[in-house]
């Protein structure tokens, strides 16, 4: 099992396996898209602290809206007290970083 398949499954197991919405998943969202961090960052991409447990009908309508990004961050601070101050990406949320 890869890097990135063992984090997913942390982070499946840290949500509890559901969504935000309640539904039960085995899918991840990448909060700051992998693109955010360049081609030679994508490391920095693949966080735990980066990464939320989304279902189908969740992740493509709406997870990647820069409000929800947000709203996501601001969920992970406030369950898990993850601290985004040193992510750079943070402030093309609108949010100081």
């Known amino acids: 099992m890869n890097a990135h398949r063992k984090l997913q499954l942390a982070v499946l197991e840290r949500d509890n396996e559901l969504c935000q919405?309640?539904?039960?998943?085995?899918?991840?969202?990448?909060?700051?898209?992998l693109g955010w961090f360049g081609k030679n960052n994508k490391e920095?991409?693949?966080q735990e602290k980066n990464m939320l447990a989304y279902?189908?009908?969740c992740h493509i309508p709406w997870?990647?809206?820069?409000?929800?990004r947000k709203a996501d961050l601001?969920?992970?601070e406030r369950l898990h007290?993850?601290?985004?101050?040193?992510?750079?990406?943070?402030?093309?949320l609108g949010?100081?970083?």
Do not use: M
């Open 21 to 33: 919405c309640g539904r039960r998943t085995l899918n991840t969202h990448h909060i700051a898209p």
């Open 44 to 46: 920095e991409a693949w």
């Open 55 to 57: 279902c189908p009908l």
């Open 81 to 92: 007290g993850y601290d985004y101050t040193e992510q750079p990406w943070v402030g093309i």
């Open 95 to 97: 949010r100081a970083a």
């Open 74 to 76: 601001e969920r992970l």
């Open 63 to 68: 997870a990647h809206t820069k409000a929800r």
